[in-house]
């Protein structure tokens, strides 16, 4: 019972992203092919709302659910993690058709073939978890 707004989050984040299209394979393809703008408009938005959020939260020093301070911890910047980052990121990307959000949205949608690729996203950050310590941060 404690968790069940996550679980309605969860379900509204599913519904929007399945009503807004983010999970058609068809808008992913055409993202990647630089023929269509909708993707890179709910990726923007995205974008753009996320900033003024970590603004709010920051100028107000808002707290989490277990009422604790949020705190944001300042990493530095290497091109080179980013890029690798990036390109590890859209491979997958490119290849399943699907960001890890909406790989969860899309099995509820009744595609069975994303069991494996979310049993593969699991298996990729158990092995992230195991070799963390020898990778450059």
């Not at 993202?31 to 923007?44: D, K, L, N, S």
């Not at 390109?87 to 890890?100: R, Y």
């Not at 099995?107 to 092995?127: E, K, Q, R």
């Amino acid at each position: 019972m404690k968790y069940i707004k996550y679980l309605i989050i969860g379900i509204l984040f599913g519904i929007v992203m399945t009503k807004s299209e983010a999970i058609s394979w068809y808008r992913i393809q055409e993202m990647f092919r630089f023929q269509a703008f909708h993707m890179y408009g709910i990726i923007g938005s995205a974008l753009a709302v996320g900033v003024l959020m970590i603004q709010l939260i920051k100028r107000r020093k808002l707290k989490n659910i277990e009422g604790e301070p949020i705190q944001f911890n300042n990493k530095q910047f290497s091109i080179w993690r980013y890029l690798l980052g990036g390109s590890i990121f859209g491979l997958g990307w490119a290849l399943t058709g699907a960001c890890p959000g909406p790989m969860y949205t899309l099995l509820g949608n009744g595609f069975t073939v994303f069991i494996v690729v979310i049993a593969s996203a699991l298996l990729g950050t158990l092995v992230y978890g195991l070799i963390r310590d020898q990778l450059p941060h």
